[in-house]
C-alpha cells in the first residue's frame, strides 16, 4: 500500500512538470530553481541552519515544513548570493534500509521521466562503496540523470552504509539543478 501511496504523491509532484521547457519552470513542492529563498523562509533560518556540505562556494538547506509529497525538501544557494537565489531543489521519500523499495520506485518515476524529458540525454551514474568518502562506509548511489538545456533532473536511490550511519536512512532523491550549479557539482565531486 505504502508503495502505491508514493506512486501517486510522485505522479501528483510531476503534473507541473509536464509543460515546463526551462528549468525554472519545474516544480518540487510549489519552490522552483531561481526562486528566491526568502519566499519560503527568513534570513535568521537561513544563517542559523544552512549545511556547509559542499565548501565554501555553496550551501544547502533543510526547509523545515509540512510538505504534501516530501518528507524532506533541500534547496542549495550560492554562498555569496545575497538574493539566495535557489540553483538546486531536492525531495526525498526515506524508505528505511529498504533500498530495493527504493530501486523499484526509481523505475517508475524514471518511466514518468522518460516521457517528460523525451529530448533530454540520458544516464545512470553509480557510486559504489566509498564513493561518498571514509566517514559513509559503503554509501552507495545510484542516479538517472537527464540533462537538458538550463539544468538537470535526477532520480537518485541512496543506500547508506547502516554500520557507519545507522541514523541515515536509505531514500530517493528527486532534483532539479541549474546547469551552472550541475556543471560545478559533477566538477568537485
Known amino acids: 500500500m505504502r508503495i502505491f ?3 501517486i504523491i510522485l505522479i501528483a509532484s510531476f503534473q507541473s512538470w509536464t509543460k515546463a521547457d526551462d528549468v525554472s519552470e519545474f516544480e518540487i513542492e510549489g519552490i522552483s ?3 528566491n529563498l526568502l519566499d519560503y523562509t527568513t534570513v535568521d533560518y537561513i544563517k542559523n541552519n ?3 556540505w559542499y565548501d565554501d562556494e ?3 538547506l533543510l526547509i523545515d515544513k509540512n510538505f504534501l509529497h516530501y518528507e524532506d525538501v533541500l534547496v542549495s544557494y550560492k554562498s555569496t548570493d545575497k538574493n539566495y537565489t535557489i540553483v538546486a531543489i531536492s525531495g526525498s521519500i526515506n524508505y528505511g534500509s529498504k533500498i530495493n ?3 523499484k520506485e526509481q523505475e517508475k518515476v524514471d518511466k ?3 516521457e517528460i524529458f523525451s529530448n533530454s540525454q540520458r544516464r545512470i551514474d553509480i557510486f559504489e562503496k566509498g564513493s ?3 566517514e559513509n562506509g559503503d554509501t552507495n ?3 538517472i540523470v537527464y540533462e537538458f538545456e538550463g539544468g538537470s533532473a535526477v532520480i537518485e536511490c541512496l543506500d547508506w552504509d547502516q554500520k557507519k550511519k545507522p541514523s541515515f536512512k536509505d531514500r530517493i532523491l528527486i532534483s532539479i539543478e541549474n546547469a551552472e550549479f550541475r556543471s560545478w557539482l559533477l566538477k568537485n565531486s
Open 5 to 7: 501511496l508514493i506512486i
Open 58 to 60: 555553496y550551501r544547502q
Open 101 to 103: 523499495e527504493c530501486y
Open 33 to 35: 530553481v531561481g526562486d
Open 50 to 52: 544552512f549545511g556547509n
Open 141 to 143: 548511489s545510484r542516479q
Open 132 to 134: 561518498y568518502g571514509l
Open 112 to 114: 514518468i521521466f522518460l
